[in-house]
């Protein structure tokens, strides 16, 4: 997968996406990732990227023309169908779904806005996207995009050491209520829920007077997969019972 970045502070990206599971993708070409400079596409003498807001208001936003150009000439540097996204705290929340859908396709076009956003008739025009990582705001996109780009990296086959690693991450397994007390809960869980992790646990096996679960040392891996299973629904309950409702 290739992963295009726009963005005014490209200088950011290289000394993070080089780190760790994502720079080992990189260097086993399971992905790869460009940062353009949207400045690289200013037309003012100054590389002027932003004016004052019509109406009045604090800030600046991003003018359109640098934008466009900049994702119009990305886009034709490669001739797999380009994905435009847009990190916006407005847009659909990232989750297990909309990451697993992000994974399959081959290139993402990646916007990161500034100041006090990006001129809507751009955006409008591009079409992209609008994804999320909570409801709350930070100062540009560049954050935001590097997490999407780590966690859709995670679920591209041959990323991680061991084929389950991201099959039993937190949100990524189903929940469904049990049989016994489906019927009470029906009214509150309509759909399978996510549920967080489970705890993980290694040497040595007393540290500071807290041992290991004793399951975890017997070698018995059905045991070991159903106290897996249900430390998953208790941690689920006791730190997102959200999740289950």
Known sequence: MRFDVLSIFPQVFEPVLSQSITGRARAAALIDWRITDIRGYSTDKHAKVDDRPFGGGPGMVMLCQPVWDAAQDVEATDDRPATRVFMTPEGTPLTPGVLASLARKPR??????????????????????????????????????????????????????????????????????????????????????????????????????????????????????????????????????????
């Not at 019927?183 to 096996?205: F, Q, W």
């Not at 045991?223 to 997102?240: A, D, Y």
């Open 108 to 245: 993402l076009v990646i916007l990161c806005g500034r100041y006090e956003g990006v001129d809507e008739r751009v955006i409008e025009r591009l079409d992209p996207l609008r994804l999320s990582i909570g409801d709350f705001v930070v100062s540009g996109g560049e954050l935001p995009a590097m997490l999407l780009i780590d966690a859709v990296t995670r679920l591209i086959p041959g990323v991680l050491g061991h084929e389950d690693s991201a099959a039993q991450d937190s949100f990524s397994m189903p929940y469904e209520a049990p049989a016994a007390t489906a019927r009470e809960n029906e009214r509150t869980i309509s759909t399978p829920a996510t549920l967080l992790d489970c705890p993980h646990y290694t040497r040595p096996r007393d540290w500071m007077g807290m041992r290991v679960p004793e399951v975890l040392l017997s070698g018995d891996h059905e045991r070991i997969t159903r106290w897996r299973q249900e430390q998953r629904v208790r941690r689920t309950q006791r730190f997102r019972p959200d999740l289950l409702r």
